[in-house]
């Protein structure tokens, strides 16, 4: 998922980067302190609606992108033919809501499925 910012959500992206470097360390914690917390920090940070209660999301980052596209539809940009947009088709989402410009699901496997 790529976002352009504003100079405001830039200076909160870098005071949420802030408060995780002057962490008391060692800060790692899989259960309350892991990538998946930084990111949903980050996204909070730009307004956007996070799942911090699904205690299975929060160590599995690509589940947790997922999720977080999926309850922030039309927030930035799914690059198509990638990862999160053939999870999002492959888990009954709808990605072609999610990206910009509704690209096709797979162009890999439909040039596959129709060689001419």
């Known amino acids: 998922m790529s976002l352009v910012l504003t100079d405001e959500q830039y200076a909160a992206v870098l005071a949420v980067i802030g408060k995780w470097r002057t962490l008391p360390q060692p800060s ?4 309350k302190a892991n990538c998946v ?15 911090d209660g699904n205690a299975k999301l929060m160590s599995r980052p690509r589940s947790y992108i997922i999720n977080l596209i999926r ?10 033919g990638g990862r999160a947009e053939r999870a999002l088709a492959g888990n009954g989402g709808t990605a072609k809501a999610a990206t910009a410009g509704g690209s096709s699901l797979d162009p890999i496997r439909a040039a596959r499925n129709n060689p001419n």
């Open 71 to 80: 309850q922030n539809p039309g927030v930035g940009t799914i690059t198509p």
């Open 37 to 51: 917390f930084f990111v949903g920090d980050v996204a909070r940070a730009l307004g956007m609606t996070v799942d």
């Open 28 to 31: 790692y914690d899989l259960h």
